[in-house]
C-alpha cells in the first residue's frame, strides 16, 4: 500500500499497562502503514523494559518510545507527544486499537490537509472475542453538543454535509487533526488524567475547529478481557465532575441521559 502522501502526519499513541493491546495496534500498523511515523508515550506503573516484540516494533528511526512518570495521565500522555510531533498533521490513536483493511489514513488526511477541516475522525468497530467467536458492531459516540442554562446536552449523530461527513462535536478517539490549531487551543487538559473527551471537545468547540467524521474509514476496537488489579483500578477512576467543572457548567447529559454535576466548590477548589 503506498504511503508517500503520509509523511505528514505522526501517529500518537498513549498506553498504560497495555502491552498486549499495544503490540496488537502496532503489528497493525506495520501491516497496512509500515512507513508512518510513530510517537508512543507509556505512564505504566512499573517501570519495566519493553517486551522484546515491542522492542522490533518500535525500532525504526521514524519511531519512538517516552518514558513518562507512573499515572502520569493520558491528557498529560498526550501533550508530551504533541510536543513532539514534528509534522502538520497528527493521528491520535487508543492503545486497543487494530488497524484493518478499511483503516484507510490516506482519506483522513485528504480530508483535512484540504483546509476544509481542523480534526475528521473515522468509525470504531468494537470487537469482542467470545470462546471461538468475536462479535463485531457499530457503536457511534460521535454527536453534537446543546448548551443552555448551564448545562451540556450531548446528542448522537451529526450533520450531513455535500461530500459525505458528517459535521460534529465530539467524535472518537481516531482522528487526524492539525497539529497547529490544536497546539493553540492547548491541547488536553493535565488534571483530566481519565474522562478528557467531553472537555477537549467543548474547548475545541470554542475555538471554533471544524470536525467532521467519515463513516467509511473504520478502525477495530477491542473490547477488554483479562486486565490485571491494577490496571482495573486506575481505570476506573472517575473525573467526569472535574470535567463539568472545567467547562464551566452546571451539569453535562450524556448520550444515554445520565446527568452528571460539577465539582461541589469547596472541592473544585
Given at each position: 500500500?503506498?504511503?508517500?502522501?503520509?509523511?505528514?502526519?505522526?501517529?500518537?499513541?498513549?498506553?498504560?499497562?497495555?502491552?498486549?493491546?499495544?503490540?496488537?495496534?502496532?503489528?497493525?500498523?506495520?501491516?497496512?502503514?509500515?512507513?508512518?511515523?510513530?510517537?508512543?508515550?507509556?505512564?505504566?506503573?512499573?517501570?519495566?523494559?519493553?517486551?522484546?516484540?515491542?522492542?522490533?516494533?518500535?525500532?525504526?528511526?521514524?519511531?519512538?518510545?517516552?518514558?513518562?512518570?507512573?499515572?502520569?495521565?493520558?491528557?498529560a500522555g498526550r501533550n508530551a507527544m504533541l510536543a513532539r510531533v514534528r509534522t502538520p498533521y497528527f493521528l491520535l490513536l487508543d492503545d486497543d486499537l487494530?488497524?484493518?483493511?478499511?483503516?484507510?489514513?490516506?482519506?483522513?488526511?485528504?480530508?483535512?490537509?484540504?483546509?476544509?477541516?481542523?480534526?475528521?475522525?473515522?468509525?470504531l468497530v468494537h470487537c469482542r472475542k467470545k470462546l471461538l467467536f468475536v462479535s463485531r458492531n457499530i457503536q457511534p459516540v460521535h454527536g453534537t453538543f446543546?448548551?443552555?442554562?448551564?448545562?451540556?446536552?450531548?446528542?448522537?449523530?451529526?450533520?450531513?454535509?455535500?461530500?459525505?461527513?458528517?459535521?460534529?462535536?465530539?467524535?472518537?478517539?481516531?482522528?487526524?487533526?492539525?497539529?497547529?490549531?490544536?497546539?493553540?487551543?492547548?491541547?488536553?487538559?493535565?488534571?483530566?488524567?481519565?474522562?478528557?473527551?467531553?472537555?477537549?471537545?467543548?474547548?475545541?468547540?470554542?475555538?471554533?475547529?471544524?470536525?467532521?467524521?467519515?463513516?467509511?474509514?473504520?478502525?477495530?476496537?477491542?473490547?477488554?478481557?483479562?486486565?490485571?488489579?491494577?490496571?482495573?483500578?486506575?481505570?476506573?477512576?472517575?473525573?467526569?465532575?472535574?470535567?463539568?467543572?472545567?467547562?464551566?457548567?452546571?451539569?453535562?447529559v450524556d448520550y444515554d441521559g445520565q446527568a452528571i454535576g460539577a465539582l461541589p466548590k469547596d472541592l473544585a477548589a
Amino acid at each position: 500500500m503506498p504511503t508517500t502522501n503520509l509523511v505528514q502526519l505522526t501517529a500518537i499513541i498513549k498506553t498504560f499497562e497495555r502491552p498486549k493491546c499495544l503490540a496488537r495496534l502496532l503489528d497493525s500498523i506495520q501491516k497496512f502503514y509500515p512507513d508512518l511515523r510513530i510517537i508512543v508515550a507509556d505512564d505504566s506503573l512499573a517501570n519495566r523494559p519493553l517486551e522484546s516484540r515491542l522492542q522490533d516494533l518500535l525500532a525504526p528511526t521514524h519511531r519512538s518510545y517516552l518514558r513518562l512518570p507512573a499515572d502520569i495521565g493520558l491528557s498529560a500522555g498526550r501533550n508530551a507527544m504533541l510536543a513532539r510531533v514534528r509534522t502538520p498533521y497528527f493521528l491520535l490513536l487508543d492503545d486497543d486499537l487494530q488497524f484493518y483493511r478499511h483503516t484507510r489514513l490516506e482519506s483522513l488526511l485528504q480530508h483535512v490537509a484540504s483546509g476544509q477541516r481542523d480534526l475528521v475522525a473515522g468509525e470504531l468497530v468494537h470487537c469482542r472475542k467470545k470462546l471461538l467467536f468475536v462479535s463485531r458492531n457499530i457503536q457511534p459516540v460521535h454527536g453534537t453538543f446543546h448548551v443552555e442554562d448551564g448545562q451540556l446536552t450531548m446528542r448522537r449523530g451529526g450533520v450531513l454535509v455535500d461530500d459525505g461527513i458528517l459535521k460534529c462535536d465530539l467524535v472518537h478517539n481516531f482522528y487526524v487533526a492539525r497539529t497547529d490549531r490544536i497546539r493553540a487551543m492547548g491541547g488536553w487538559d493535565p488534571d483530566l488524567k481519565l474522562d478528557e473527551q467531553e472537555e477537549f471537545f467543548f474547548r475545541a468547540r470554542q475555538f471554533n475547529l471544524r470536525i467532521g467524521m467519515c463513516p467509511e474509514i473504520k478502525a477495530r476496537h477491542w473490547g477488554p478481557r483479562r486486565s490485571s488489579s491494577q490496571y482495573t483500578e486506575y481505570r476506573s477512576r472517575c473525573y467526569k465532575n472535574l470535567a463539568v467543572d472545567k467547562m464551566g457548567l452546571k451539569r453535562l447529559v450524556d448520550y444515554d441521559g445520565q446527568a452528571i454535576g460539577a465539582l461541589p466548590k469547596d472541592l473544585a477548589a
